[in-house]
């Protein structure tokens, strides 16, 4: 099983970004995405995930202004990230499992992907 997210990068405060995750080795369609981040000293956080039934949720300081997708065609989901401030500076990693009870919990995913550093300069 890999994911590999990818579409990071350094923009400005109030620019976006689309961030892809890309899955291989496993059945996408029937697979919980979630997207969280981690910043240098901080713990890693649930930013949003996205269901089997496209059922989305996102954390609150991101809620309006980004939105999660996925593309099943592509086994690949997106998060589109719009407004970003200096507070979203962080390296976003992608994670995945069938059954998830708790999307917020990183404990409930068993498939991870390597991390896409996003830097928002003021």
């Known amino acids: 099983v890999q994911l590999q997210a990818s579409g990071g990068g350094l923009v400005q405060a109030g620019e976006s970004l689309r961030l892809s995750c890309e899955a291989s080795?496993?059945?996408?369609?029937?697979?919980?995405i979630g997207w969280f981040r981690q910043a240098p000293g901080k713990e890693r956080e649930w930013v949003s995930s996205i269901t089997s039934t496209d059922s989305s949720s996102y954390e609150d300081s991101v809620k309006g202004r980004f939105v999660i997708s996925r593309d099943n065609a592509k086994n690949t989901v997106y998060l589109q990230m719009n407004g970003l401030k200096p507070e979203d500076t962080a390296a976003y990693y992608c994670a995945a499992d069938i059954v998830v009870q708790r999307p917020r919990e990183p404990h409930e995913y068993g498939y991870w992907g390597q991390g896409t550093q996003v830097t928002v300069s003021s």
């Open positions: 080795g496993i059945t996408f369609h029937y697979y919980t």
